[in-house]
């Protein structure tokens, strides 16, 4: 429940992946279309929106899971990124 109330209060409960934003943050579809089709980059978006929900909420056990995965998702990144570079 307080990741939704976070997705809302950061797009202020409103679909704006049509409309630039004003308070400068930018919705998933925006984010999504502005990214090159490499699924490293789509996880780099997905760690980075993990932490920017985990400051933005109050809830303690959301923001605890939300570090998790935003950790979970960077040591992942890296050994994918291993792998790449030994190919």
Known sequence: ???????RQNNNGRNRSSE?????TRSLGEIYSS???DPLD????R???CRRL???I???EAVKML??????????LKRLEAERADR
């Open 47 to 49: 760690i980075e929106q």
């Open 1 to 7: 429940m307080a990741l939704k109330a976070a997705w």
């Open 54 to 56: 985990a400051r933005m």
């Open 58 to 60: 109050t809830d303690p």
């Open 20 to 24: 630039p934003h004003s308070s400068g």
């Open 35 to 37: 990214m090159t089709d």
């Open 67 to 76: 570090r998790q995965m935003a950790d979970e998702g960077e040591a992942d």
């Open 42 to 45: 789509h996880m780099r978006s």
